[in-house]
């Protein structure tokens, strides 16, 4: 039961002093990081992954790289099929019937407009930084599941070795380099700054997204973008028939798209890009905990693995589409996209040149910016993603979604764990002379043991966890709710953030610590745990005390708590920016989603 205000007084009074109202900022670390160097983020080193595999049944892993001779091989005898077939006087009668192409309904547009022009570089320039962004977040937790639990040898895709036999194995010690020309950047976790650049693009992508689809509508280029007429698909096998017999197909795009094409265009366009929205909002802790009825089925997890796959169908299309540019009558099919002309000129040419210029320049140059102007990007990215990051941060999600049953076999451990004489100590005692000191803007600034804590009204929930580098899991929590503790402490009315320190260092130094806003504290799941799936809180998983907020991500939920302190900004608390991984490793403080 809630102590009684008699009992607050009494605890306000044992605990009036001058070392309670001691603030923990003096342990942090206050430098201010601005360039990413050998020595960022600890200087972790380079570790490299393995080549894509997929689990074709338990413990059985296909290499993914022989998709590449046995696509050849198939190739080849597609080739010889299509050949020895199209000589055949019913094939011949087929193609006659069904030549490649639907006829388009009277009124069509014909030609492409220069806006159309414009609408596909932008699309091709902001897809190049979002894929390659996307590869560095993947990289982070190279490994995709279809439940939300995330266990090691149930992941169906990785590019990782397999997990070792490690009980304090953590989720960024599993995290992958790659190449600074493949990922954005390619170091290894540095996802808080592929974040920016993937959400950030990403906003500009679907503004670009909904301008064409606005402009599509209203001048009626939809039509030569949406099969029209069942008879797409015979005229889709016979166009493949045609280019497998290596007698193609004659080129009329100016005027209407084969079948093949016709189907291409309507997949991306109205499934594979809605897809990449949709799914990428799945992975969103607040949305997912707000949307109960959706996240219950379509979790996290398979939200990761849908959105990887449209990201492999986006570069299958870029690859095909390219090569067919280029092999089927180049100079005509650049002059309808850039010059929105009809002919063998060289003038579209000149402007694809010209534009490849600009991509290739960007491409190079996007991680060398990213290492030396990490700023730059974090707020050039928080400025684009931030008013919906905002938008997210107000939702109050409501327990009851999961059940024991719900419970995640394997529950990942993350962090740099603590290595202090103090916590060593407080762990031999098992934590019988803990104190959590609360302090700062509040009216009853104390100091709780393990015994008070417990005694404090009892809050327990079952819910999932959302860590940015993509892996999930759901626990059952016990503790007390911050509520609880927003009514023991009393913060003042000039409180607006809650800053939770660490007993943990973080890798450059200075104890770990976050700074989440005021009006969290008095949501229904936002809790300090200390215990774990019916048991006392694990030293892997922050023993003794640990916060829970599940509208945001898991490195925003301090573990090995030892301290919290109201304030009114956290503008002169470690280097300012709300947080550790903030300060350190350009996250930042808004990440619901």
């Not at 997204?209 to 209203?218: A, H, K």
């Not at 309507?266 to 929205?277: E, G, H, K, Y």
């Not at 609880?484 to 320190?501: G, M, S």
């Not at 504290?521 to 907020?549: C, E, I, V």
Request: charged residues 15%; contains cysteine.
């Amino acid at each position: 039961m809630e102590p009684s205000p008699g009992e607050h007084r009494n605890i306000a009074a044992n605990n009036n002093t001058d070392e309670i109202r001691r603030s923990f900022r003096t342990e942090l670390d206050s430098s201010h990081y601005s360039k990413v160097d050998e020595h960022w983020a600890g200087g972790v080193p380079p570790q490299y992954g393995v080549a894509p595999r997929i689990q074709v049944r338990h413990g059985k892993w296909f290499n993914l790289l022989w998709l590449i001779p046995i696509g050849l091989l198939l190739l080849i005898i597609g080739v010889a099929v299509a050949k020895g077939i199209r000589s055949l006087p019913g094939v011949q009668d087929f193609l006659i019937r069904y030549p490649g192409t639907s006829p388009l309904p009277d009124g069509a547009p014909v030609g492409l407009p220069a806006w159309l022009g414009w609408q596909h570089f932008l699309n091709l320039f902001f897809m190049i930084f979002i894929i390659r962004s996307g590869a560095t977040i993947l990289s982070d937790h190279p490994r995709l599941y279809w439940t939300r639990h995330s266990t090691p040898g149930k992941d169906w895709f990785r590019i990782q070795k397999p997990v070792p036999v490690d009980p304090l194995y953590t989720a960024k010690a599993d995290s992958i380099t790659l190449p600074d020309g493949v990922g954005l950047p390619g170091r290894r976790h540095s996802i808080g700054l592929a974040r920016w650049w993937h959400l950030g693009i990403d906003t500009l992508w679907l503004l670009n997204g909904i301008v064409f689809f606005i402009l599509i509508f209203t001048t009626g280029q939809w039509m030569r973008l949406v099969p029209l007429s069942w008879d797409i698909f015979p005229n889709s096998l016979s166009v493949a028939i045609q280019y497998l017999s290596l007698d193609w197909p004659q080129e009329s795009g100016w005027v209407n798209y084969n079948g093949l094409q016709l189907l291409a265009y309507f997949i991306t366009v109205f499934i594979a890009a809605p897809a990449a929205l949709i799914t990428g909002l799945g992975m969103s802790p607040a949305l997912s905990t707000r949307f109960r009825a959706i996240s219950t089925y379509f979790s996290i997890q398979v939200a990761r693995s849908l959105h990887f796959l449209v990201l492999c169908w986006f570069i299958l299309f870029i690859v095909i589409h390219v090569t067919l540019v280029l092999t089927t009558g180049a100079l005509r099919n650049l002059n309808h996209m850039y010059a929105s002309r009809n002919d063998d000129s060289w003038v579209g040419f000149w402007i694809f040149a010209a534009s490849m210029l600009v991509v290739i320049f960007m491409w190079v140059a996007a991680t060398p910016f990213t290492y030396r102007h990490p700023r730059v990007v974090q707020k050039v990215g928080y400025a684009l993603i931030g008013p919906a990051q905002r938008l997210f941060e107000h939702i109050d999600s409501k327990p009851g979604q999961y059940t024991e049953k719900d419970i995640s076999p394997y529950f990942w451990h993350n962090g740099k764990y603590p290595e202090t004489e103090e916590y060593k100590q407080l762990q031999a005692g098992s934590f019988a002379g803990y104190k959590l000191r609360i302090n700062g803007l509040v009216e009853n600034p104390v100091e709780l043991d393990l015994g008070q804590l417990r005694a404090l009204p009892h809050h327990e929930q079952i819910t999932q966890h959302f860590c940015i580098q993509g892996w999930s899991g759901v626990a059952k929590w016990g503790g007390v709710s911050m509520q609880t503790i927003l009514d023991l402490a009393k913060p003042k009315p000039e409180a607006k953030w809650v800053v939770f320190y660490s007993f943990a260092a973080g890798p450059e130094g200075g104890i770990y610590y976050d700074a989440p806003p005021i009006e969290q504290m008095s949501y229904h799941l936002t809790m300090l745990a200390y215990d774990m799936n019916d048991d006392l809180l694990s030293f892997g998983h922050g023993a003794p005390l640990r916060l829970r907020n599940e509208t945001q991500l898991g490195f925003k939920l301090v573990k090995w708590i030892k301290g919290i302190e109201f304030v009114e900004n956290f503008d002169d608390v470690g280097s300012g920016l709300g947080g550790y991984n903030n300060d350190h490793e350009f996250f930042g403080y808004h990440q619901s989603i």
